[in-house]
Each structure stands twice: as C-alpha cells, then as structure tokens.
C-alpha cells in the first residue's frame, strides 16, 4: 500500500512541476529575447505583427492597435524594413489582416509597399510556420503584448525563425487577467504543437519575396 501511495505523489508531483515549470521556462525563454529599449534594437529585415481582435465597426482593438503602433514606431525608427500582418480571416466580413492593412497604411501612412498581409494566421503557430515556410523568413523581430510575447518567440524559434521581441504593451487592458491566465494553457498547446503533434496550416504563396 505504501508502494502505491508513493507512486502517486510522484505521479502527483511530477505533474504539478511539468504544469508549472514549462511556463515558467519559456517565459523566461522569451524575456531574455525581448528589447527594452529601441535604441538597443538592431535593424531587421521583417517585423511580424499578431492578430488580435477587430473592433464591433471591424478596425483594430485597442490590443491589436498598440501592437500596430509600436511597429509603426520601429519602422520609423529604421529598426525594420518590412512587416509581415498576420490573422484571421476565416469568416465573411472579417478580416484581421486587411483591417491591420488598413490603419498602417491610411492611418499611419506606411508605405504599402512595406507592408504584407497574411491571411491565413488563425493562430500563433500558423503564423509563424507560414512566415517560415511560405515567405522563408529566417530572422524577425516580434511585435505583441508582454503576455504573449514569450510563446510567440518560443513557438517560431522552434519553427526555424530566429526571433526576439519588442512588448506592445501600453496599458492596462479589460480582461488581462484572463488573457494571462490562459496563456498557461496556451503555452503547454505550443510544446505539444512543436514537438509531438506539427498541426497541419493553411498552405499558399508568397505576396513577397522577403529576401529581395
């Protein structure tokens, strides 16, 4: 009876450290790739900039429009040259990317010759896999809020693109409790997707050659 009592507290155990650890790892993983500071930011070739919500009247929220600012703000920096606007576009009407297109170009007055829109990034793994393999990037720099940064560098560091991050975050956000919350769950899918399950994504071509 004793043998199995300890079996299960270290099964029990075992479990609580691979839930807790593997955060815990690649989040510092991802903050030991992040800038501070702009200044410290060397040039890149891309930016690559997540979805994240439209709005009711379908321009960005608050979220996605920090993380389009910021980008905003390294290319006028000369930090980047490029950048690659990934997100869903999977329903009638609603666009993520085209959206992002939009505010960068006649909002912001981008260049549209610099921006490039991926239509097909339902999700973070997606994004990077399709930057990787459809536009063969191979070095970026990441542009999303702080909770999220860490999984999006570790999920396309796995997926051969060399990458670091620069936090979007501006301000507090309604339900950040609840978006840092599941980012826990969020970061154990990335393990299980890039070792164990290579999810199939939305195949295609390039807008752009990344390498002209």
Known sequence: MRKIINVIL???????AYTVLIPISIVQYGRNRIYTQIAD??????????????TAQATPSDILKDRLNTAYQLYLEGKIERILISGDNTSE????????????????????????????GLRTYDTCARAKNIWDIDKAILISQGYHLSRAIFTCS????DSTGYSATQYGYDN?????LREIFAIHKAVLDVYVIHPEYIGGGPELDFQE
């Open 158 to 161: 796995r997926l051969g693109i």
């Open 10 to 16: 270290l099964i029990i155990v075992i479990a609580v």
């Open 41 to 54: 930011i060397p040039q890149y070739n891309v930016a690559i900039v997540f979805g994240a919500g439209l």
């Open 93 to 120: 009407g609603y666009s993520e990317p085209q959206a992002m297109y939009d505010y960068l170009v006649f909002t912001l007055d981008v260049d549209p010759e610099d921006v490039v829109r991926d239509f097909a």
């Open 176 to 180: 950040s409790d609840y978006y840092k």
